[in-house]
């Protein structure tokens, strides 16, 4: 619904154009300022005044760890006679998340113009954009647009006549979520099964092919072009000190009007669900929102009275995420939700860490028997030292996100846990 | 001297582990570091031979972090806080069990054979009771157990990934990978095939690494049991040239080996290849020779006896499974005897043969199987008793045209620097080396330095699978090294690659060298080799440019007429680029046999003493006179091949064969079928019934390697001792003592102790071997020369500043190109090239009775490539019949693009279908090694026989 419709209370600077098919050939997008951000700073401005810029904006990313971009960037070697390279995470397969499909679907060349000033800051001579198989109708869109800049050259040996060489070559994941993790994205992308890497030596060290790699989500390079034409204040305008400028959220579930909105990030939860997306439907009530994908802790209806920032959801008990907002309603069972959820991850888990491979089969296996009305009073006990084990354990964060789900739905709706285990019903409203 | 490139010293970090402090250099893992102050640290990814992963996370440590670190691949740091168990962190360790308990077998296979199930002993130590654990059931993961050595059990697996990290980085054979995710990822053997399916060598690296009931070891038909319950054996392997270090764990009650480990040698690595992890059993093989046999009067006149060593192709009651001779079919023709009955008649034959026909009427062929020991007192035999310099072994068919070629130039036979240095050499040339199937585990060391950057030249005529791992693979026509080297030389001349230094300083010849390097132009090459001129100034360029290049080769250069040329070639080419005597260089021809570098130490060729002291020189014969205490024969003794030639012309009258079967190992079998009928007197002493054994006299039973405490001299020239481990069967005796017994029979008194007092006999005559004793041998053996052999490993490099040269120089010696002595024409179209397999040795004698090898290599096959088989309308698996000028066998043809066009591949091992019915015995002029890589044969499709069939076919 969001496209046309544009809710007056967004900020709207990545999604401007989002329903706007002009601005998706090249043409149309230096018609809308495109390419402007680029032509400035190639010739005009060195690579550590665009990174000091986009730190000065206080741009995290935003595929949902939040790291500073700016701070990203600056941790990449210099003079080390490496080559160095760019990734970008197209590989969106976050549950409840579709804000970075739709990025490309309308404006494929922002993102390359992010990209392009990404790579220059960094020294990459090549980016890689690895994205998601899945998206068969964004892949096209996006190759024509690497042409484009080709042609046009933002791309090629000698970047809009810098005598700067940036390739782009675009890579399609095979269907793995796991992929979408940084380090196994590397390792997909050099050809091997994406088996995330340990961490210590960072991507920033030793990264794709084992060179100096920065990884970027499709979202935040997408912001840096508006923020290195107008600049860091004004990208402050929005948001908190902490958490700057403007974030799409993903918006699904039982919702009136689901679909992608951006809101600067000081807006308020509540706000989002209830106004932007025009609340629950019709004769039902609010009973759950996880506000940043399925790997974000769950909050009750009563919790999301709260910013969308960083530090707002983290106080509220939950995360920002990738901004992948689902909404549950009365008629929603909690623990068929993260039954659900928690079966994705167990079918996701690359299987190299034990307890996420194990942890997340058994963990949906009980899920799953309590969910039937087989359940123990053990199992509540079982799911919660499972989870404990599973978070902050393991080489990269899929089972922590699996663990998150269970651990907060266990907090927050026990109740419907107990009634299925004791009385074999469910407190879902039909 | 000795040098080994050390890496330059690491910071010292200081860290505190459980509040206890402790310094280790810079990138030192917690769980190192932790070992070295006695807190061992829970784990099952982790072996300290493998890179570190951490997937298991059993080893996490708190390292003040907001997550938990894995200790086995987190490095510490300056100041860190290491606590290494708390109740959380054993918490977390206990539930790990749990999850990985809970779906695992109730029976172990490792638990219920080596007892050492790494998972149960945690389950263990954390008190876990399997039937108490809350987790619901899962549906249970597979069994996999088509590998004849290696039982899969996915359900034990916990996906450690150490079986993988083994097959991929140890022994680079890449066939173990993870498929599948989540609860359903497993591992997989290739695109997920089972084991016995795919490109499994079944070299058990795997099995010896998986710390569960995953990837379990067989039984060979002994029950494994754990460690403790058998009698350990540290001793090394009977079969190839690269001598690992092996411990044998014996089953006392049964006589037997269950199963073997193996060793940390510098030699090895604990790394062990098919043969040697699964290939011993062939010493408890109920055909074992256990009393002396003489022939009975009505066999006389003497002849083969079984119908396959006749030349019918099959036996006369049809052949059996195994390939082995058939005990029944020749048994009859032998009478048991006591030892004294035989060794008399021995004796006495011997003596009336010497009386009649004179002292060169008599030769003996030793073994290279056995010990130095052994060589040492059958050469002894032959020259201080039998009073003639004939003898000679199997180095004659291997790697005799690299000796001759190699003294004559570089002073020395024997390898200049170890293999294991490839890991310091930039560039390394394998040359008709298929090291990968006959020396596999020197292979891996190949392999890793490929995989670390080193870059790798393979030129071969067939593609084998070292070549899978070459940076630059050049399939040369058969026969053609010479004008490949040539031209590479040319190449190096004009482009100012050479060392000038090195070719001034060290060398002389120089200009005779340039003089035919001039007339080899690439584009002369390329018309006689098949390569395009460009690829051989591409490889040419990158060979000059090493700073260090390591050569190695095999068969395919020494097997031809012009095998001495080949490495003539390959000689000059380390000379011009300054590869010897430097880290990282070096000529290694790679030796075959586990002791044919020992045995031709010990003296065992016809032209030389011990320690290659020639015969013809006054002076060594009045030292080997006065040791000996004998007058001693001046003339220089017959090669393997002059051996067979005299006795067909009645020149050569009396043998003693002493471990070897020459009539599958010689070249033109028809040949040598006649020569061993036509002997007066032959006397073979050997642990089975060979197909020789059939002409033989009087057939003495001896002691397998297993059964006897020797010392075996490997490529390296690594002396290392091979420990008993066995009883011997029956009344079958130490060779040594057999060899001693006739001596003595015939009049010279030959008394040992035992072996060491033989190794210290030995060692006094032979410099080389100055100052090595049965002490200073423990626990890896040492290099000869060895200077200060109680603290020194030996020399490891030789000749970095001087040639055993009258010059103190080496000498180019330039060689012409010329073809092989049989070129295929419209009668005899393909040429037949023969090798070995990985699985086998040999005459198959050994490996055709070890059980697992068998299993895996059952029935003689050719290789050709698919392109002529559809040309001849042939489909593979049919039966084809391969005829030469010399003699034709019949087999089963597989289609392979591994061989080239026009070539055919035939393993020699399969007396069925024996390869050397076919090859030719023409000569090297120099080496005297026949050309047993290159004969003209023809290739046509045989109609189906139905007792072939049977017998060919599994058993």
């Not at chain 2, 069990?97 to 219920?112: F, M």
């Not at chain 2, 006896?305 to 049809?318: C, I, N, T």
Request: hydrophobic share 40%; glycine share 10%; with cysteine.
């Amino acid at each position: 619904m969001a496209y046309p419709f544009a809710h007056p209370r967004e900020v709207r600077i990545v999604s401007k154009h989002f329903g706007d098919a002009g601005a998706r050939p090249v043409d149309g997008w230096v018609e809308r300022g495109g390419y402007r951000a680029a032509r400035k700073a190639l010739p005009e401005m060195t690579r550590d005044q665009v990174i000091a810029t986009v730190e000065a904006s206080g741009l995290r990313g935003r595929g949902g760890a939040g790291f500073p971009t700016g701070l990203k960037w600056k941790f990449m070697p210099k003079d080390d006679g490496k080559p160095h390279y760019l990734v970008v995470n197209a590989d969106e397969s976050e549950p409840g998340t579709f804000k970075d499909r739709e990025i490309l679907r309308w404006t494929p060349h922002q993102l390359l113009e992010g990209a392009i000033i990404g790579a220059y800051a960094i020294r990459a001579e090549h980016i890689y954009i690895y994205i998601r198989g899945e998206f068969v109708d964004v892949i096209p869109v996006l190759r024509r647009a690497v042409v484009e800049a080709y042609e046009r050259g933002f791309l090629g040996e000698d970047v809009l006549g810098t005598g700067l060489r940036i390739e782009c070559t675009i890579h399609v994941g095979a269907g793995a979520y796991i992929a979408g993790e940084e380090t196994g994205m590397l390792s997909s992308l050099e050809g091997r099964r994406a088996e995330p890497r340990m961490k210590p030596p960072f991507p920033a060290q030793a990264g794709l092919f084992g060179m100096p790699t920065t990884v970027n989500n499709v979202e935040s390079l997408a912001a840096v072009p508006h923020i290195l034409v107008n600049g860091a204040d004004w990208y402050r305008q929005w948001g908190t000190e902490q958490s700057p400028g403007t974030k799409l959220f993903s918006c699904c579930g039982h919702l009136r009007r689901p679909g992608n909105y951006e809101v600067a990030m000081d807006f308020n939860l509540k706000d989002l669900v209830f106004d932007l997306c025009g609340g629950p439907r019709p004769g039902r009530r609010l009973r759950a929102v996880i506000p940043g994908g399925s790997s974000v802790p769950v909050l009750t209806a009563d919790e999301i009275d709260c910013p969308v920032s960083y530090e707002g959801l983290v106080q509220a008990g939950s995360m920002v995420g990738s901004g992948g907002l689902i909404a549950m309603d009365d008629s929603a069972c909690l623990v068929r939700a993260v039954r659900r959820m928690v079966e994705f991850y167990a079918h996701e888990s690359c299987g190299q860490c034990t307890q996420c491979r194990e942890g997340t089969a058994w963990a949906a296996r009980i899920l799953r028997r309590i969910e039937e009305g087989e359940g123990r009073d053990s199992d509540i006990p079982l799911l919660l030292d499972i989870s404990e084990n599973m978070a902050g354990k393991t080489i990269c964060v899929l089972s922590d996100s699996a663990a998150a789900p269970i651990v907060s739905s266990i907090q927050k709706f026990e109740d419907e846990y107990w009634a299925h285990i004791r009385r074999r019903s469910c407190t879902a409203v039909s | 001297m000795a040098s080994a490139v050390g890496a330059p010293a690491r910071r010292l970090v200081t860290c505190s582990i459980d509040g206890r402090p402790v310094t280790v250099p810079e990138g030192t893992t917690i769980w190192e570091a932790a070992r070295q102050l006695g807190i061992e640290i829970p784990v099952l990814c982790h072996d300290p031979r493998l890179r570190p992963v951490g997937v298991c996370r059993v080893c996490v440590v708190d390292v003040g972090e907001r997550v938990l670190a894995a200790a086995c691949v987190r490095g510490v740091a300056d100041g860190m806080k290491v606590t290494t168990t708390s109740e959380g962190i054993e918490r977390c360790r206990k539930t790990l069990t749990e999850l990985l308990l809970s779906d695992y077998p109730r029976e172990s296979r490792r638990e219920a054979t080596l007892g050492d199930d790494e998972l149960l002993a945690l389950a263990r130590r954390y008190g876990i009771d399997r039937e108490a654990i809350p987790l619901p059931r899962g549906d249970g993961r597979r069994e996999d157990l088509s590998s004849p050595v290696i039982a899969v059990d996915h359900a034990a697996c916990i996906l450690c990934d150490r079986c993988i990290r083994a097959c991929d980085e140890v022994q680079h054979n890449d066939v173990i990978g993870r498929t599948g995710k989540g609860y359903g990822a497993r591992i997989a053997f290739d695109l997920d095939v089972p084991m016995g399916e795919s490109t499994c060598v079944s070299c058990g690296e795997c099995a010896a690494v998986c710390p569960t009931g995953a990837l379990t070891h067989k039984s060979l038909g002994v029950a494994i049991h754990p460690r403790a319950e058998l009698r350990a054996v540290d001793s090394v392997c009977p079969y190839c040239g690269v001598g690992c270090a092996v411990t044998y764990y014996v089953d006392l009650s049964k006589n037997a080996i269950a199963f073997a480990d193996g060793r940390p040698s510098p030699g090895n690595d604990s790394r062990l290849c098919v043969k040697g992890r699964y290939g011993f059993d062939y010493a408890f093989h109920p055909q074992r020779l256990a009393k002396p046999l003489i022939r009975r009067g009505e066999y006389y006149p003497k002849g083969p006896l079984s119908g396959d060593v006749r030349g019918e192709g099959r036996g006369a009651r049809g052949r059996k499974p195994g390939g082995v001779v058939d005990s029944e079919e020749v048994l009859p023709a032998f009478r048991e005897a006591s030892w004294d009955e035989a060794l008399d008649l021995v004796a006495r034959r011997f003596l009336e043969i010497r009386a009649t026909h004179g002292p060169d009427a008599l030769a003996g062929f030793g073994s290279a199987k056995c010990s130095n020991e052994e060589a040492y007192v059958f050469q002894k035999l032959l020259r201080a008793v039998f009073g003639t310099n004939n003898g000679d072994h199997c180095t004659r068919l291997c790697h005799a045209s690299s000796v001759a070629a190699l003294l004559e130039t570089i002073g020395s036979g024997a390898v200049t620097n170890v293999y294991g240095d490839v890991r310091n050499a930039d560039v390394v040339l394998v040359a008709g080396s298929n090291t990968t199937d006959n020396h596999p585990v020197a292979a891996t060391f190949i392999k890793d330095a490929a995989a670390r950057g080193t870059k790798l030249l393979v030129v071969d005529s067939r593609e084998t699978g070292i070549a899978r791992h070459a940076h630059h693979f050049l399939r040369i026509a058969p026969g053609s090294d010479v004008a490949l080297y040539n031209a590479w030389m040319h190449v190096l001349i004009e482009e100012d690659l050479i060392d000038h230094e090195f070719v001034r300083e060290r060398t002389e010849g120089f200009d005779a060298l340039k003089e035919v390097a001039r007339r080899y132009p690439p584009e002369l090459a390329e018309g006689i080799c098949g390569v395009p001129a460009g690829r051989i100034r591409e490889v040419a360029r990158i060979f000059g440019r090493a700073r260090a290049a390591l050569i190695f080769w095999g068969m395919g250069i020494s097997q031809h007429t012009h095998g001495t040329d080949n490495a003539r070639c390959l000689i000059s080419l380390a000379l011009l680029s300054g590869s010897v005597g430097r880290p990282g260089t070096g000529l290694h021809p790679l030796r075959g046999q586990n002791n044919v570098q020992g045995a031709s130490d010990a003296g065992l060729i016809p032209m030389v003493y011990p320690d290659y002291q020639s015969v013809e020189d006054p002076a060594v014969q009045r030292q080997f006179e006065e040791a000996w205490g004998v007058a001693l024969n001046p003339k220089r003794g017959l090669t393997v091949v002059e051996i067979m030639e005299g006795a067909l012309r009645k020149t050569v009258r009396g043998m003693y064969i002493l471990g070897e079967n020459p009539f599958l190992s010689d070249p033109n079998i028809n040949k040598v079928r006649k020569a061993l009928a036509s002997l007066d007197f032959l006397v073979v002493q050997d642990i089975f019934l060979t197909e020789t054994a059939e002409f033989a006299d009087v057939i003495l039973p001896a002691t397998s390697f297993f059964e006897k405490t020797g010392t075996y001299t490997n490529t390296d020239r690594r002396v290392q001792i091979g420990r008993q481990a066995l009883e011997p069967p029956g009344d079958a005796r130490l060779d040594w003592t057999i060899v001693c017994e006739i001596a003595r029979r015939m009049g010279y008194r030959m008394e040992y102790r035992d072996a060491e007092e033989i190794f210290d006999e030995l060692t006094s005559l032979a410099p080389s071997y100055a100052g090595l004793t049965y002490r200073s041998l423990e626990p890896y053996g040492k290099l000869w020369p060895c200077p200060d052999p109680e603290t020194g490993d030996g020399i490891q490099i030789l000749f970095d500043d001087a040639f055993p040269t009258p010059s103190g120089r080496a000498k180019f010696v330039p060689a012409e190109y010329q073809p092989a002595a049989e070129l295929p024409d419209d009668e005899y179209p393909f040429v037949l090239n023969t090798g070995r397999l990985l699985e086998h040795w040999h005459t198959g004698t050994m490996t055709r009775r070890a059980r697992a090898l068998h299993a895996i290599q059952p029935s003689a096959f050719c290789e050709m490539n698919p392109e002529d088989l559809e040309h001849l309308g042939i489909e593979p698996g049919d039966l084809v019949t391969l005829r030469s000028r010399r003699g034709s066998i019949t087999l089963r043809v597989q289609a392979s693009p591994r061989t080239a066009p026009g070539a055919v591949f035939v393993p020699f091992h399969f007396r069925e279908a024996a390869a050397n019915a076919l090859t030719n015995d023409r000569l090297d002029p120099y080496g005297k090694i026949p050309e047993l890589k290159f004969c003209a044969v023809r290739v046509e499709k045989a109609l189906a026989d139905e007792r072939l069939e049977h017998a060919s076919g599994p058993s």
